[in-house]
T-cell receptor, first 111, second 119 residues
Framework: EDKVVQSPLSLVVHEGDTVTLNCSYE??????LLWYKQEKKAPTFLFML????IEKKSGRLSSILDKKELFSILNITATQTGDSAVYLC???????????FGKGTKLTVNP | DTGVSQDPRHKITKRGQNVTFRCDPI?????LYWYRQTLGQGPEFLTY????????KSRLLSDRFSAERPKGSFSTLEIQRTEQGDSAMYLC?????????????????FGSGTRLTVV
C-alpha cells in the first residue's frame, strides 16, 4: 500500500530555532514530492521536488529530496511565530492525478 | 477574490440527512479535485474532474457520495444518508496543468474547505 510518513507529528520550538521536518515515502511510480503549509484551512503550496539532491529555497525555508533513500526534509531557519502551522508532505504518482498526503507535522513556534 | 471558493464554510447536519457542497474553482482552471481531511490526518483524495468529465474516483467515494461538474466550471459534492464518520473537512482544489507538468511554482490551489459535522 502506498504511504507517506511524516515525523515528528508535533514539534514545539522557540522563535529563532531551526527545525527539520521529515517525510519518507513508499509509493509506486513516484514522480514528485510536494510540501504544503496549512494554517487554519487551505493548504498553501511551498515546494515541488522532482530530482534528488537539488535544494529548493524560499526565504528561510528550504527542502531537498533523496530518491535513493525515499525521503525529503523541510528546513526552516530562524523560526517565527508566523511559521506555526501544520506542514504537509504529499507525493504525486504517475498515472494518477491524485496526491497522497502524510498526516502532517504540527509546528508550534513560541515567542 | 480570485481564489478557489467553497460554500458553505460550515455545515452541521443530522445523521441520515443529505448534504451538498459547492466549489467554484479559479476561472481559468480546467482541473478540479475533491479531498477529505479528518482531524489529525492529511487530505485524502476523493475525485478529479477535467472540464466536465470525472476522470478519477477513489475507493473512498462510496455509493453515498456523488460529485458533478456539469458545465466544466463549478462542482458539487453530495453525500446522501450522512453518517457520523463523514464528519470531516472537504477540500476542493483546482489547477490548469496536470501534476506531471514541470513548473517551478506548480501546485494545486486549494479552497478553504467546508467543515461538515454530522450529529
Amino acid at each position: 500500500e502506498d504511504k507517506v510518513v511524516q515525523s515528528p507529528l508535533s514539534l514545539v520550538v522557540h522563535e529563532g530555532d531551526t527545525v527539520t521536518l521529515n517525510c519518507s515515502y513508499e509509493v509506486t511510480n513516484f514522480r514528485s514530492l510536494l510540501w504544503y503549509k496549512q494554517e487554519k484551512k487551505a493548504p498553501t503550496f511551498l515546494f515541488m521536488l522532482t530530482s534528488s539532491g537539488i535544494e529548493k529555497k524560499s526565504g528561510r525555508l528550504s527542502s531537498i529530496l533523496d530518491k535513493k533513500e525515499l525521503f525529503s526534509i523541510l528546513n526552516i531557519t530562524a523560526t517565527q511565530t508566523g511559521d506555526s502551522a501544520v506542514y504537509l508532505c504529499a507525493v504525486y504518482q504517475g498515472g494518477s492525478e491524485k496526491l497522497v498526503f502524510g498526516k502532517g507535522t504540527k509546528l508550534t513556534v513560541n515567542p | 477574490d480570485t481564489g478557489v471558493s467553497q460554500d458553505p464554510r460550515h455545515k452541521i447536519t443530522k445523521r441520515g440527512q443529505n448534504v451538498t457542497f459547492r466549489c467554484d474553482p479559479i476561472s481559468e482552471h480546467n482541473r478540479l479535485y475533491w479531498y477529505r481531511q479528518t482531524l489529525g490526518q492529511g487530505p485524502e483524495f476523493l475525485t478529479y474532474f477535467q472540464n466536465e468529465a470525472q476522470l478519477e474516483k477513489s475507493r473512498l467515494l462510496s455509493d453515498r457520495f456523488s460529485a458533478e461538474r456539469p458545465k466544466g466550471s463549478f462542482s458539487t459534492l453530495e453525500i446522501q444518508r450522512t453518517e457520523q464518520g463523514d464528519s470531516a473537512m472537504y477540500l476542493c482544489a483546482s489547477s490548469t496543468r496536470p501534476l506531471g507538468a514541470s513548473a517551478p511554482n506548480y501546485g494545486y490551489t486549494f479552497g478553504s474547505g467546508t467543515r461538515l459535522t454530522v450529529v
